[in-house]
């Protein structure tokens, strides 16, 4: 079992920039890729893959927020942090991570980012 928390949401403007952090715990060692997605209440359940980081190394972003989010993060400790830059009102949506092993993809509870105009 992992299990993953996410932090760092809230409401913003737009414009401004917000750090979300997720942290692991339990059977780590397992994770092989983790990632960031994010949903909007409301609309549908589907939820939006933001970027991805395997290995520590292998990093990609979604062409919705190439250029304004980045993500970093440390490999051994199974963490991963989301840069948001130059936020906009449709950022807002809950934002979810995600880290996986071979047979099972673990989901924290989510951070909600709420950006005003």
């Known amino acids: 079992q992992v299990q993953v928390v996410e932090s760092g949401g809230g409401l913003v403007q737009a414009g401004e920039s917000l750090r979300l952090s997720c942290k692991t715990s339990g059977d780590i060692s397992s994770v092989y890729i983790m990632g960031w997605y994010r949903q909007v209440p409301g609309v549908g359940t589907q939820r939006e893959l933001l970027a991805t980081m395997s290995g520590g190394v292998n990093i990609h972003y979604a062409d919705s927020i190439k250029g304004r989010f980045t993500i970093s993060g440390d490999n051994v400790k199974k963490t991963l942090d989301l840069q948001m830059n130059s936020l906009k009102p449709e950022d807002t949506a809950v934002y979810y991570c995600?880290?996986?092993?071979?047979?099972?993809?673990?989901w924290g509870q989510g951070t909600q980012v709420v950006v005003s105009t």
């Open positions: 995600n880290g996986r092993n071979l047979a099972v993809a673990y």
